[in-house]
């Protein structure tokens, strides 16, 4: 049976203009989220020009109208920007691929909302650090994507999904989901039920901090994965942030955070075997150096303090969403095989446990860079 994208590609495909008749359409990515795919288009040199093409999932991203403002007017910003520096646009930003009647976005006749980028090419898209040096590059790029949206006017941006990080918020989504306990799954996690509650109190360091006025708002992207960035096939080098739709305010730790959740370890975010699981501090060191190397002068002493917070809670708060999203049935996660959110819930909470161990050792690689 034909997924809910498929069914309407085909007047998807021809509301936009890929510049030339399309060759081809194949799903693309490993996002969890929007339906990703990559649209051929013969040249006439015999190339073929390749575009992306994506499904936004309008269940997480209600306000697709909303989303696309803030894209178009953050990318186009950052093209001024980079332009202004001597950077090349078209690779070091995204560019949004207009619709034939001039629109940022397509309604189909399903109601579903696409919109369409220039594929960057050359690039490299890590699903897990390979080298160092990689990790490195995807810092020092979120870094200065931090930086060079710091003048950017946060309030003229959509809050494209109410309280995403607002980790105090997400306990209270966990609780209610353990109550509920609609698929009878509760009674089989409660080791890790336990676990949330033993960290209560640490879901609302940030926020109390951000509340009483000690840690700024600024313009960040939110999910910042290590496959949220494209690195240049050739030279390495960290390149261009993809993945936008959550950019709006928010606290530069989270940014910082949720790099080290996903990209400071040796395996996979939904790894069955947690003997594989163990947060590595060098990576951390590697990290911390390119982000605080791009972003450094535009944080506050307290901001880089802080950084090793950001860490721990955006680990917890992403494990604590898998294991909320595992009680209520797996709707919201991406899932390709049963238990995988559950999975991904356990290896978060060990790398909390690990960050835990490794605390001051953290607190001393952010003083060393700060
Ligand atoms: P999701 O929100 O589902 O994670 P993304 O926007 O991150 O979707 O896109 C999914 C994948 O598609 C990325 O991880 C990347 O591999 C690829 N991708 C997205 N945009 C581009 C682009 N403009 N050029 C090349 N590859 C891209
Ligand atoms: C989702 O869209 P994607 O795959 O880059 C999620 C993030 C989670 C991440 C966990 C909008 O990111 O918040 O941290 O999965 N995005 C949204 O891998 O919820
Ligand atoms: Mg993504």
Redesign the pocket.
């Given at each position: 049976m034909l997924q809910q994208a498929e069914r309407t590609l085909q007047e998807v495909l021809d509301a936009f203009d890929f510049g030339g008749q399309v060759a081809g359409v194949l799903r693309y990515g490993q996002?969890?989220?929007?339906d990703t795919f990559c649209v051929y288009v013969q040249q006439a040199d015999g190339d073929a020009k390749r575009s992306i093409l994506q499904r936004i999932n309008t269940d997480?991203f209600r306000d697709p109208a909303g989303l696309m403002e803030n894209i178009v007017g953050v990318t186009e910003y950052l093209r001024r920007v980079i332009q202004e520096k001597g950077g090349d646009p078209e690779r070091e930003t995204l560019t949004v691929i207009r619709t034939k009647k001039g629109e940022a976005f397509f309604t189909d006749s399903t109601g579903g909302a696409w919109r369409a980028y220039h594929f960057v090419k050359d690039t490299v898209c890590l699903q897990q650090v390979q080298t160092p040096e990689q990790f490195y590059q995807s810092a020092w790029t979120f870094g200065n994507f931090q930086r060079l949206l710091a003048d950017y006017p946060a309030h003229t941006l959509h809050e494209t999904?109410p309280q995403f990080h607002d980790t105090r918020d997400r306990y209270k989504k966990f609780e209610k989901a353990v109550e509920a306990n609609v698929c009878g799954r509760a009674a089989e996690v409660q080791a890790e039920i336990c676990f949330v509650r033993e960290h209560q109190a640490d879901c609302a360091v940030l926020m109390d901090l951000l509340e009483s006025g000690k840690l700024p708002l600024r313009v960040t992207h939110?999910?910042t994965?290590l496959?949220?960035v494209l690195l240049d096939k050739k030279t390495g080098c960290g390149l261009c942030v993809i993945?936008l739709?959550?950019v709006m305010p928010g606290l530069s730790l989270n940014d910082f955070g949720?790099s080290i959740r996903?990209g400071a370890n040796h395996s996979a975010?939904d790894e069955p075997d947690l003997s594989l699981v163990n947060f590595d501090l060098e990576l951390f060191e590697i990290y911390t150096k390119g982000f605080l190397g791009a972003a450094g002068d535009a944080l506050t002493a307290r901001e880089k303090e802080m950084l090793p917070w950001g860490a721990k809670l955006m680990t917890l708060e992403?494990g604590m969403?898998f294991l909320t999203d595992y009680l209520e049935g797996d709707h919201?996660?991406k899932t390709h095989r049963p238990g995988q959110n559950l999975d991904r819930c356990r290896t978060q909470f060990k790398l909390v446990r690990d960050m835990e161990a490794h605390w001051p050792e953290m607190a001393a690689i952010v003083q060393k860079y700060s």
């Open positions: 996002g969890h989220i929007n997480t999904i939110n999910d994965k496959n949220n993945d739709d959550t949720d996903f975010e992403c969403r919201y996660f």
